[in-house]
Every structure is written in structure tokens, then in C-alpha cells.
């Protein structure tokens, strides 16, 4: 990996191209970017201006908005109008998934267009497996390049820059086909896109690889650094644990997977996901960046003094969450990579029991030990038909008990059925005020109202679980 020298606690951050994105630079010398997402209706100017503008004002420094459709990727003219009408100089990013037309209308009018690449061309996820010769294989690839071709050059005319971003919810088929659900099959649909962006000379372009699992999040942007440095490749990438959940859990997760990443020098912009109200992000991810010194410290220290199968971490904090974002940001990564397997937390501001509760939840956000119910849940953005918060809250409150069981909660199809194969049950948007249930990949009940089903969720999960109902 190319890296700036050491620093005196161990730092070094991996050098990277700039990609320019209207008013900011990513990469490079500049400062880590935090950002986030609206969760208004990208039609509803208003809406998307107000929170955007909460969300600036918490620190910021670019909004992503959904848009689903050629209407809501022309209205982002409108909501970039009401920003700088305002005197805001954001950058504005457009998400797009399911129709390669909608990004060429973005581009016109965002500084940046979020693409997928596990949707942009090809068809919606069956998990069917296919087989294809290296011939027809190479003819996929040749699709992709010629849908591509005209949106880099609307790209270019209008200086807009792109986000290839892979979730591993949202593999296409023929990559799984191919690569499995692995590492290296998400890592491949990213270079993909990237080798048709490199050969045509366009630079302003963000990577990022994202998954619920830490340890396949991890792993997969190692493994995408690697592979960019092979083909000499070094853009610049965006951290981010998707479907992180919310509260205490959501920000253990998300530290343990972004901030191992962080203290080996690898990101160059964040976003947390949490399934809250978008501006609350803001303070975590700075919380994050502000601690990479000192956490790839702690965490050398942690490595060294590994005993007996076990981290033990002392931490001065007298504020919970900074406890549980250092806690999580420095040993993230030793139980990623298994170096060990138990964790004591000592704090002189905080009782045995709070911190034995705090560990086992980085050991559960890193997949070693799992002492309570784990939830998959999106923040929510446009897209998003229901009550998010108020259902996890329900779904919580009658599955907390249920250790070990992996619940997803998602707004809508985007990632909802792929997230699943990590999920034992999913509860997954499919249209206004309709919901489909899940038994891991496999849809068991259809389309039916939002008013019951939570409560058909729970009959679901009881009929499997009766002894624990």
C-alpha cells in the first residue's frame, strides 16, 4: 500500500489521488470528508433543504440524496438552488440504483453521482446462478462499457464527479455467479467500473466498498487497496459500515469497522449510518476522525500486550460514547483478524458491569462472541416508505431477548434482499405502506400492509422459536 512516512504514534495514511467535487477535494493532503444523507423526499424541495442544511450545519461536508428517478434527479437542481440561496457551498450527491439513465440526468445537476455497480446495468438480483463462457462473460463487461461511455462524458462536460459504490447487499448475479459471495467478488464488480474510469482518463472519482458484516467490510476494502495498487490505481476512498443499526449498537459497529480502517491509514472520507435522524451522524463520524492518532496508538499498545487470548484496554474517557468509539476505533481490528478473542475494559469512570457490556459489544461488532439480538438496519433516505425508527423500536422491543438471532430492518429493495443472506429474518420495504418478510434470502411473505406487519414478523419468528416466544 502506498503511505505517507510513520508518525510518532504509528500513523500513516495511504496516499491517493484527488478527486474534485465542486467546492472540496477528497483525498490527497485534505482532511477526511464526513458526510451523510437525507431521509426527506428528494420531490419535496423544501424538505431536502431544511435537513440538508441541519446537516451542514452539524459539519457536513457533502449531502447525499436518493434519487430513484429521472424526476427526483432533476429536482436536485431545485434543492442545490434553495442550499446556495441560502449560502451554502455543499456539494450535493446523487444516488442512484436500477436505472443508468437517472445518473446521465444527475450528473447534470449534482456535483456527484453515486453509482452501483451491482445495479447499473445489470438486471435485478434473482440469486440465481449463472453460467456464462469467458466469451459471454467478456460480453457483460462490453455492456457495461458502452452504458458507461456516455455517462463519463456527461460527467466530464459538466465537472461532475463519481462514487463507485459497491454494497455487498446488492451483488449482481453474475458476480456472484462467478466470485461467490466473497471478498473478492466485491472487490471485482468495483474494478470493473474503475478500469473503463482509468483508461478514460477520469480521475474525480470516490470508491467505496460497503457491507453490514465488519469483517467482510474490512476485508473487502484491504483487498480493493490491493488490487488498486496492482493496476497503479489510487483513488480515494469512503468508509462506511452500511446498515449499522442505531444507538449504542449502530456506533459500536460502525467504529469497529470504519476505525480499523482508519488507524491503518486507509479513508479519505466517512459517513456512519445510523438508523437516526441524519445530522446525528455528523458528530460521530468527527468523533472518529479526531481520535485516529490516538486510537492507532492504543491499538499498537492493545497488539503488543495481547495475553492469554485477550485485549485488555484501559481508557481515561469520562464521556460514554467517546469511551465506546475509542474503545471500538483501537481494537476493531485485532478481533477482525482474530489476533484475539476476549476484551477487558478498564475505566476509571465507569462500573465493571458498564464495561463488560461495552466489550461484549465490540466483540459482537467484530463476529467474535454474540451475547444479545443483532439488528441490520438502514438509516433510511428518500426511498424509505415507512416509519423506520418507530418500527425498529417495536421489532426491538419484542426480539431483544433472542440472543444471537440476526434481525434486518430495511427501507426499501436497494440492499434489503442481499443484506438478508446475513440476516436469519429481514423486514424489507417494497412499496408505500407495503412490507415483504424474510427467512434469510428467501421472501416468505409478499407485499402486505405496513399496519401488520411487524406483528406477521414476530409470528414468524415465534413459529421457528416457539420455546423462546
Given at each position: 500500500?502506498?503511505?505517507?512516512?510513520?508518525?510518532?504514534?504509528?500513523?500513516?495514511?495511504?496516499?491517493s489521488t484527488v478527486a474534485?467535487v465542486?467546492?472540496?477535494?477528497?483525498g490527497?493532503d485534505n482532511?477526511?470528508?464526513?458526510?451523510?444523507?437525507?431521509?426527506t423526499?428528494?420531490?419535496?424541495?423544501?424538505?431536502?433543504v431544511?435537513?440538508?442544511?441541519?446537516?451542514i450545519?452539524?459539519?457536513?461536508?457533502?449531502v447525499?440524496l436518493?434519487?430513484?428517478?429521472?424526476r427526483?434527479?432533476?429536482?436536485?437542481?431545485?434543492i442545490?438552488?434553495?442550499?446556495?440561496?441560502?449560502g451554502f457551498t455543499t456539494?450535493?450527491?446523487?444516488?442512484?440504483?436500477?436505472?443508468?439513465?437517472?445518473a446521465d440526468v444527475?450528473?447534470?445537476y449534482?456535483?456527484?453521482?453515486?453509482?452501483?455497480p451491482?445495479?447499473?446495468v445489470?438486471?435485478a438480483?434473482?440469486?440465481?446462478h449463472?453460467?456464462?463462457t469467458d466469451?459471454?462473460?467478456?460480453a457483460?463487461l462490453?455492456?457495461?462499457?458502452?452504458r458507461?461511455?456516455?455517462?463519463?462524458?456527461i460527467?466530464k462536460e459538466?465537472?461532475?464527479a463519481?462514487?463507485?459504490?459497491v454494497?455487498?447487499?446488492?451483488?449482481s448475479?453474475?458476480?456472484m455467479?462467478?466470485y461467490?459471495d466473497t471478498?473478492e467478488?466485491?472487490?471485482?464488480?468495483?474494478m470493473e467500473?474503475?478500469r473503463i474510469f482509468?483508461?478514460?482518463g477520469f480521475d474525480?472519482?470516490?470508491?467505496?466498498?460497503?457491507a453490514?458484516?465488519?469483517?467482510v467490510m474490512v476485508?473487502?476494502v484491504?483487498?480493493?487497496v490491493?488490487a488498486?495498487?496492482?493496476?497503479?490505481?489510487?483513488?480515494?476512498l469512503?468508509?462506511g459500515?452500511?446498515?449499522?443499526g442505531?444507538g449504542?449498537?449502530?456506533?459500536i459497529k460502525?467504529?469497529v469497522g470504519?476505525?480499523?480502517?482508519l488507524t491503518?491509514g486507509?479513508?479519505?472520507?466517512i459517513r456512519?449510518?445510523?438508523?437516526?435522524?441524519?445530522?446525528?451522524e455528523?458528530?460521530?463520524?468527527?468523533?472518529l476522525?479526531d481520535s485516529i492518532?490516538e486510537c492507532?496508538?492504543?491499538?499498537?499498545?492493545?497488539?503488543?500486550?495481547i495475553?492469554?487470548?485477550?485485549?485488555?484496554?484501559?481508557?481515561?474517557?469520562?464521556?460514554w460514547?467517546?469511551?465506546?468509539?475509542?474503545?471500538a476505533?483501537?481494537?476493531?481490528?485485532l478481533f477482525?483478524?482474530?489476533?484475539?478473542?476476549k476484551?477487558?475494559?478498564?475505566s476509571?469512570f465507569?462500573?465493571?458491569?458498564q464495561?463488560?457490556e461495552?466489550?461484549?459489544?465490540?466483540?459482537?461488532a467484530?463476529?467474535?462472541?454474540?451475547?444479545k439480538?443483532?439488528y441490520?438496519?438502514?438509516?433510511g433516505?428518500?426511498?424509505?416508505l415507512y416509519?423506520?425508527q418507530?418500527?425498529i423500536a417495536?421489532i426491538?422491543?419484542?426480539?431483544?431477548h433472542?440472543?444471537?438471532l440476526?434481525i434486518?430492518i430495511?427501507?426499501?429493495?436497494?440492499?434489503g434482499?442481499?443484506?438478508?443472506?446475513?440476516?436469519?429474518?429481514?423486514?424489507?420495504?417494497?412499496?408505500?405502506g407495503?412490507?415483504?418478510l424474510?427467512r434469510?434470502k428467501e421472501?416468505?411473505?409478499?407485499?402486505?400492509?405496513e399496519?401488520?406487519?411487524?406483528?406477521?414478523?414476530l409470528?414468524?419468528i415465534?413459529?421457528d422459536?416457539?420455546?423462546?416466544?
Open positions: 500500500m502506498n503511505s505517507r512516512p510513520i508518525d510518532s504514534c504509528g500513523y500513516q495514511r495511504r496516499i474534485h465542486g467546492t472540496i477535494d477528497i490527497g482532511p477526511i470528508r464526513i458526510q451523510s444523507m437525507t431521509t423526499n428528494t420531490n419535496d424541495t423544501e424538505a431536502c431544511e435537513q440538508s442544511q441541519r446537516i450545519e452539524a459539519g457536513g461536508e457533502l447525499r436518493t434519487t430513484q428517478g429521472t427526483e434527479a432533476e429536482n436536485m437542481k431545485n442545490s438552488a434553495g442550499l446556495r440561496k441560502k456539494p450535493l450527491v446523487a444516488d442512484v440504483h436500477f436505472n443508468a439513465n437517472v444527475a450528473a447534470r449534482a456535483e456527484k453521482v453515486r453509482i452501483n451491482g445495479n447499473y445489470d438486471p438480483r434473482t440469486f440465481k449463472l453460467e456464462y466469451e459471454e462473460y467478456q457483460e462490453q455492456k457495461i462499457d458502452n458507461l461511455m456516455p455517462f463519463i462524458n460527467c459538466h465537472h461532475t463519481v462514487r463507485i459504490g454494497n455487498h447487499g446488492s451483488l448475479d453474475r458476480i455467479s462467478r461467490g471478498p467478488g466485491i472487490v471485482e464488480s468495483c467500473f474503475l482509468k483508461r478514460e474525480d472519482v470516490v470508491i467505496s466498498i460497503k453490514s458484516n465488519t469483517v476485508k473487502s484491504r483487498l480493493l490491493e488498486m495498487d496492482r493496476e497503479d490505481m489510487h483513488y480515494p469512503h468508509l459500515v452500511t446498515e449499522a442505531e449504542e449498537d449502530g456506533r460502525s467504529a470504519i476505525g480499523a480502517l491503518e486507509i479513508g479519505d472520507t456512519v449510518s445510523l438508523s437516526e435522524e441524519p445530522e446525528c455528523i458528530p460521530v463520524a468527527r468523533k476522525v492518532e492507532t496508538r492504543l491499538r499498537s499498545e492493545a497488539e503488543a500486550s495475553k492469554d487470548d485477550t485485549v485488555t484496554l484501559e481508557l481515561a474517557e469520562d464521556d460514547e467517546s469511551l465506546q468509539l475509542k474503545a476505533m483501537a481494537v476493531g481490528a477482525i483478524d482474530q489476533k484475539a478473542h476484551l477487558i475494559i478498564k476509571p465507569y462500573s465493571e458491569e464495561c463488560v461495552l466489550a461484549d459489544g465490540i466483540l459482537q467484530a463476529r467474535i462472541k454474540f451475547t439480538t443483532e441490520i438496519s438502514c438509516p433516505c428518500g426511498r424509505t416509519n423506520l418507530d418500527t417495536r426491538k422491543a419484542a426480539t431483544s433472542l440472543v444471537g440476526k434486518g430495511m427501507g426499501c429493495i436497494v440492499n434482499p442481499g443484506e438478508m443472506a446475513d440476516a436469519d429474518y429481514g423486514y424489507v420495504g417494497a412499496g408505500p407495503r412490507i415483504s424474510y434469510q421472501c416468505v411473505v409478499k407485499n402486505i400492509p399496519s401488520e406487519a411487524v406483528d406477521r414478523l409470528e414468524l415465534n413459529r422459536y416457539p420455546s423462546k416466544a
